[in-house]
């Protein structure tokens, strides 16, 4: 009986061995599979997965202007589209209800209210005139009563300190309802020892006019008139 081992022993012992004492990483280690949504960095070590951080929704800026087409309009800017309606009305359908009325205004007011038909026109893009602005103006703020007229000329006179000057004329279309006004006014306050003084009056009419329009705003694009 032999006592030596066979080569084939000799080598499987030495492979078992071998496998035994190999380093972490040689052939023969087998390599654990990285889990998934683990980032791994340079260097090999595992970062943990950072939470998905809700979008916060875009809160609206408290106090914007809109500029919505269906906003509405103040009362100012109705009365004064619905004399730009009426009046464009009165032309087409060639109703003649309009009428030219002589107006006398303090001069700054007539220089107010061209600057501001101007801007309307543009920011709102209608063809608006100075009548259809004074015409809105006498709706408003012209009263019917001679104690009325009288009390807003004086208001107008303390306003501007009594100094006014002759003013400045100009002919406006005007609706049926001021034109029946306008028309009788400075006859009436003359007989009543009251001339020169309907300037006044429609100064004082215009000027409050003015300074609601400018309260207002400038007049927009696309607003609906109500009826």
């Given at each position: 009986?032999?006592?030596?081992?066979?080569?084939e022993?000799?080598?499987?012992?030495?492979?078992?061995?071998?496998?035994?004492?190999?380093?972490?990483g040689?052939?023969?280690?087998?390599?654990?599979?990285?889990?998934?949504?683990q980032?791994?960095?340079?260097?090999?070590a595992?970062?943990?997965?950072?939470?998905?951080?809700?979008?916060?929704?875009?809160q609206?800026?408290?106090?914007?202007?809109?500029?919505?087409?269906g906003?509405?309009?103040?009362d100012?800017?109705q009365?004064?589209?619905?004399s730009?309606?009426?009046?464009?009305?009165?032309?087409?359908?060639?109703r003649?209800?309009?009428?030219?009325?002589?107006?006398?205004?303090?001069?700054?007011l007539?220089?107010?209210?061209?600057?501001?038909?101007?801007?309307?026109?543009?920011?709102?893009?209608?063809?608006?005139?100075?009548?259809?602005?004074?015409?809105?103006?006498?709706?408003?703020?012209?009263?019917?009563?001679?104690?009325?007229?009288?009390?807003?000329?004086?208001?107008?006179?303390?306003?501007?300190?009594?100094d006014?000057?002759?003013?400045?004329?100009?002919?406006?279309?005007?609706?049926?309802?001021?034109?029946?006004?306008?028309?009788?006014?400075?006859?009436?306050?003359?007989r009543?020892?009251h001339?020169?003084t309907?300037?006044?009056?429609?100064?004082?009419?215009?000027?409050?006019?003015?300074?609601?329009?400018?309260?207002?705003?400038?007049?927009?694009?696309?607003?609906?008139?109500?009826?």
């Amino acid at each position: 009986m032999s006592h030596g081992r066979s080569v084939e022993s000799v080598e499987s012992v030495e492979s078992v061995e071998s496998a035994e004492s190999a380093e972490p990483g040689e052939a023969g280690e087998a390599l654990q599979p990285v889990e998934p949504d683990q980032p791994v960095d340079s260097v090999g070590a595992v970062q943990p997965v950072q939470p998905v951080q809700p979008v916060q929704p875009v809160q609206p800026v408290v106090g914007a202007a809109s500029v919505d087409a269906g906003d509405e309009l103040s009362d100012v800017h109705q009365a004064l589209l619905g004399s730009w309606r009426d009046s464009r009305l009165d032309l087409k359908l060639r109703r003649k209800t309009w009428q030219t009325q002589p107006f006398r205004f303090a001069a700054d007011l007539v220089e107010s209210l061209s600057k501001r038909v101007a801007e309307d026109c543009k920011s709102s893009g209608r063809a608006l005139t100075a009548a259809q602005y004074v015409d809105a103006a006498m709706t408003r703020h012209l009263p019917v009563s001679m104690e009325e007229q009288l009390e807003l000329a004086e208001s107008f006179l303390v306003s501007r300190d009594s100094d006014v000057g002759p003013g400045q004329q100009g002919s406006h279309r005007v609706s049926p309802a001021v034109y029946a006004i306008a028309s009788e006014l400075p006859n009436a306050l003359r007989r009543e020892g009251h001339a020169r003084t309907a300037v006044h009056v429609y100064s004082g009419a215009l000027d409050r006019f003015l300074t609601e329009l400018e309260a207002a705003g400038p007049l927009g694009k696309g607003n609906p008139l109500r009826r």
